[in-house]
């Protein structure tokens, strides 16, 4: 027998050490307790049962337990009336918090979910301003585009998140496309934009957002980006955010009087004011967004 058969009979495939690391990796708490600790200088126990949500005081005990065994943290009193103690990473515990961060991020590369397509479908007859529109948005986004209202209709499906719509197109207008994107119950938000002055017509449009041409770049990405954090909203949040952008831009338009005299305006208000005395919707979403909203982002 060489001695090169008899090395590689007794040297195992999988070495104790490996499995010893294994074991370690493998039980739940052991890296989030060890990645929670890497950032600090020592917490206590009550910290750590409160950051790492879910544990429960006999197993974070237990954890703390076998990673002192093993030196990878340690305890330090910090005072005995009352008694309070910390504990903290020791040198090799640094060492294998580097190791789980690396398979954390071999995970996140290879492992994890690849992130759900955000779908943008801009529809404008104008050629150059699609061109614009689309060249703006494209680094953060997959954009389709359509030169027309029949072109629109065959460019949208349930992949679609957001549409930035031209009013007016020839064939199908815009308000015309939108009134279909509706009747289907599309979970799709819609920017209208257009070149022409407001009028009280956009009152029977269900828009999300209203833009003025000519628009800005910072003003469309903003925009874009809002609409798509809005469909994670629930139906109520979503309705009340589009009412307050559209009587925002009227209000914006027109002189209070005329408002007043409006039937739908203030059929319009009156469900504004249903939903803000609700109170129901409104926590899903940062004060930040709300303020915009009431102000009327678009004036």
């Known amino acids: 027998m060489s001695m090169t058969d008899s090395h590689a009979r007794e040297t195992p495939v999988v070495p104790d050490s ?3 690391s294994v074991s370690l990796l493998s039980k739940k708490w052991h890296p989030a307790l060890v990645r929670c600790l890497s950032a600090t200088d020592g917490q206590g126990f009550s910290d750590l049962e409160r950051r790492l949500d879910g544990v429960s005081a006999k197993v974070l005990t237990d954890a703390l337990e076998e990673l002192r065994e093993y030196e990878i943290i340690e305890r330090r009193e910090v005072s005995q009336s009352p008694l309070r103690v910390n504990y903290t990473l020791t040198e090799r515990g640094h060492e294998f918090d580097a190791v789980i961060e690396s398979l954390a991020d071999w995970g996140e590369t290879y ?7 955000q779908v943008v479908l801009v529809a404008d007859d104008n050629r150059r301003v699609n061109t614009m529109h689309t060249a703006w948005l494209e680094d953060d986004y997959t954009v389709r585009t359509a030169s027309d209202g029949e072109e629109t209709l065959r460019s949208l499906d349930a992949d679609v998140g957001v549409v930035v719509l031209d009013r007016r197109m020839p064939g199908l207008s815009g308000g015309e496309v939108l009134d279909w994107i509706r009747s289907q119950r599309y979970d799709i938000r819609v920017v209208m934009v257009t070149s022409e002055d407001v009028d009280l017509d956009v009152l029977d449009m269900g828009f999300d957002e209203y833009l003025t041409k000519p628009v800005r770049r910072d003003e469309l990405q903003s925009v874009v980006s809002e609409l ?5 909203y629930s139906t109520d949040l979503q309705e009340y955010l589009g009412l307050q952008s559209k009587l925002g831009l009227l209000r914006a338009q027109y002189p209070d009087d005329t408002l007043e005299t409006h039937e739908l305006y203030q059929r319009l208000r009156s469900r504004l004011d249903e939903l803000e005395a609700s109170g129901g919707p409104f926590e899903e979403v940062d004060a930040e967004t709300l303020e915009r909203a009431a102000v009327g982002s678009l004036q």
Do not use: S
């Open 228 to 232: 798509f954090e809005r469909r994670a």
């Open 18 to 20: 490996l499995l010893d």
């Open 111 to 117: 492992l994890a979910e690849p992130e759900t397509e």
